[in-house]
């Protein structure tokens, strides 16, 4: 049975090799000092989808006071369509709700049709905004 529970400290090696294997875009901040750095800034961020004792799925929610965001949403290949990243989501909404979010806000690669159509399905509206960064590494 999948449940979902706050990524710990003692998550980090494990969730970065499922996000390997869960073929998610990579990011620069892919690595144990950053991971662990969030969970020591906000504890209750990283939600994890367990099957017993491996990790099937991840969502990391974030608040600012201001706007919510959802990164690096993630299922394993061997547990798609099981409407996991459905129950990630519902408790992120969740969780933001709690912390007194109103709007919320995330990023979707271009290319990733499926994943437009997932989104778009949950009731989130695409924007034509440009997406802007800077990596400082």
Not at 101 to 126: C, K, N
């Given at each position: 049975?999948?449940?979902?529970?706050?990524?710990?400290?003692?998550?980090?090696?494990?969730?970065?090799?499922?996000?390997?294997?869960?073929?998610?875009?990579?990011?620069t901040t892919d690595d144990a000092a950053s991971l662990g750095a969030l969970i020591a800034h906000a504890p209750e961020s990283l939600l994890l989808a367990v099957d017993g004792n491996e990790i099937v799925g991840s969502v990391i929610v974030g608040w600012d006071g201001?706007?919510?965001?959802?990164?690096?949403?993630?299922?394993?290949?061997?547990?798609?369509?099981?409407?996991?990243?459905?129950?990630?989501?519902?408790?992120?909404?969740?969780?933001?709700?709690?912390?007194?979010?109103?709007?919320?806000?995330?990023?979707?690669?271009?290319?990733?049709?499926?994943?437009?159509?997932?989104?778009?399905?949950?009731?989130?509206?695409?924007?034509?905004?440009?997406?802007?960064?800077?990596?400082?590494?």
């Open positions: 049975m999948v449940t979902i529970r706050t990524g710990l400290i003692g998550d980090v090696a494990t969730v970065l090799l499922f996000w390997k294997t869960a073929t998610t875009e990579p990011s201001w706007r919510a965001t959802m990164y690096r949403l993630a299922v394993a290949p061997s547990h798609r369509r099981r409407r996991i990243a459905s129950a990630l989501i519902a408790e992120a909404e969740r969780r933001l709700a709690t912390w007194g979010a109103r709007r919320l806000h995330m990023i979707v690669a271009s290319d990733q049709g499926e994943a437009q159509t997932f989104w778009t399905a949950l009731g989130y509206e695409p924007t034509d905004q440009l997406r802007f960064v800077k990596s400082f590494a």
